[in-house]
């Protein structure tokens, strides 16, 4: 039960690194939402890449923490309702600014999969498993026949009437999740690996095993912190 309490450690520390980087993002988007001073950088293709790399990151650790999902079904059901909760509360009061199928929509759906995939993909060596998935990023089979219907936004299909604030549909981004899930099987028997993985890093590790909360309340308390900036 410690070895496995230990694991987690190193992992929670990332997802820690990663909510900082996605609150201060977000923060700094609601100033711009709120016109408060000068913020042409949004266009900088650096804020586009740290965008990316916050969203990448959240992912591939997430892939890796279904592995150690008592309840895969249960988490996945949770995290698709609480993704239409925030669907209809943006939809409702911030229409501009709405979410649909946003990263929690994305995170239960793959949660959901990965009970079907998981059958399959232990049945295959791992390191194939990863290598396909990454391949599958840059050639995945694009959907468009999907456009004119109500659900094709699901899988990345949407026309000119879609909006969405944060929008992940499962592909592209299914393969990066599964690739840290690949990547958690490949590596977890190597006792270096396991040893790395043991590592604390203090107030990071806190922050990532409170990671679902902190991104449920982290957006409307900066978004008034930011209002308040602004008077």
Same mark, same amino acid.
């Given at each position: 039960?410690?070895?496995?309490?230990?694991?987690?450690?190193?992992?929670?520390? !990332?997802?820690?690194?990663?909510?900082?980087?996605?609150?201060?993002?977000?923060?700094?988007?609601d100033?711009?939402?709120?016109?408060?001073?000068?913020?042409? &950088?949004?266009?900088? *293709?650096?804020?586009?890449?740290?965008?990316? #790399?916050?969203?990448? #990151? $959240?992912?591939?650790?997430? =892939?890796?923490? &279904?592995? $150690? #999902?008592?309840?895969?079904?249960?988490?996945?059901?949770?995290l698709?309702?609480?993704?239409?909760?925030?669907?209809?509360i943006?939809?409702?009061?911030? *229409?501009?600014?709405?979410?649909?199928?946003?990263?929690?929509?994305?995170? =239960?759906?793959?949660? +959901?999969?990965?009970?079907?995939?998981?059958?399959?993909?232990?049945?295959?060596?791992?390191? $194939?498993?990863?290598?396909?998935?990454?391949?599958?990023?840059?050639?995945?089979?694009? +959907?468009?026949?999907?456009?004119?219907?109500?659900?094709?936004?699901? $899988? =990345?299909a949407?026309?000119?009437?879609?909006? #969405?604030?944060?929008?992940?549909?499962? !592909?592209? &981004?299914?393969f990066?999740?599964?690739?840290?899930?690949?990547? &958690?099987?490949?590596?977890?028997?190597?006792?270096?690996?396991?040893?790395?993985?043991?590592?604390r890093?203090?107030?990071?590790?806190?922050?990532?095993?409170?990671? +679902?909360?902190?991104?449920?309340?982290?957006? *409307?308390?900066?978004?008034?912190?930011?209002?308040?900036?602004?008077r």
């Open positions: 039960m410690n070895e496995n309490k230990n694991r987690y450690e190193l992992i929670d520390a !990332l997802r820690g690194l990663t909510i900082i980087s996605m609150a201060l993002y977000h923060f700094m988007y100033l711009k939402i709120i016109n408060l001073g000068d913020y042409s &950088w949004v266009t900088n *293709p650096f804020v586009s890449f740290w965008q990316r #790399s916050i969203l990448i #990151s $959240f992912i591939f650790i997430s =892939g890796i923490s &279904w592995n $150690f #999902s008592k309840r895969p079904l249960k988490n996945g059901i949770l698709t309702v609480l993704g239409l909760i925030i669907t209809f943006t939809t409702k009061f911030i *229409p501009q600014e709405r979410i649909v199928w946003g990263v929690l929509n994305f995170f =239960g759906a793959a949660y +959901l999969l990965m009970i079907i995939f998981d059958k399959l993909f232990k049945k295959i060596d791992m390191r $194939f498993v990863f290598i396909i998935s990454f391949i599958m990023i840059f050639y995945f089979p694009k +959907l468009d026949f999907l456009k004119d219907y109500s659900f094709g936004f699901i $899988f =990345g949407t026309n000119n009437n879609f909006y #969405s604030a944060d929008y992940v549909p499962i !592909l592209p &981004w299914i990066i999740f599964i690739m840290g899930y690949a990547f &958690w099987n490949i590596f977890k028997e190597k006792e270096k690996f396991n040893k790395i993985m043991e590592i890093i203090g107030f990071l590790s806190s922050i990532g095993k409170n990671s +679902l909360i902190i991104y449920l309340l982290h957006q *409307p308390i900066l978004y008034l912190i930011a209002k308040l900036i602004a």
